[in-house]
């Protein structure tokens, strides 16, 4: 497991603040900001992954004996 998937969804998002605060200074060197950007291009898509993950466990809810079925909310007619 890489680095960038070792951490949390939390410290993924503080990164990207703080890069986000860097860029919108305006102070950056072109060639840090392009640097920030990308840093901050793979800390997006980590934390996309982490979502959707988090949304397909949510999908599924686990019933009595064990296995999963896929969750869906019955609405009263």
Same mark, same amino acid.
């Given at each position: 497991?890489?680095?960038?998937?070792?951490?949390?969804?939390? #410290?993924?998002?503080?990164?990207?603040?703080?890069?986000?605060?860097?860029?919108?200074?305006?102070?950056?060197?072109?060639?840090?900001?392009? $640097?920030?950007?990308?840093?901050?291009?793979?800390?997006?898509?980590?934390?996309?992954? %982490?979502?959707? $993950?988090? #949304?397909?466990?949510?999908?599924?809810?686990? %019933? #009595?004996?064990?296995?999963?079925?896929?969750?869906?909310?019955?609405?009263?007619?």
């Amino acid at each position: 497991m890489s680095e960038e998937q070792a951490i949390s969804f939390e #410290e993924a998002m503080k990164k990207l603040e703080g890069i986000v605060s860097k860029l919108e200074e305006g102070d950056v060197p072109l060639e840090q900001a392009i $640097n920030y950007f990308q840093e901050g291009m793979k800390l997006s898509k980590l934390c996309h992954d %982490k979502l959707q $993950n988090v #949304e397909k466990q949510m999908d599924q809810i686990l %019933k #009595e004996d064990g296995k999963l079925e896929p969750f869906s909310i019955q609405e009263e007619e």
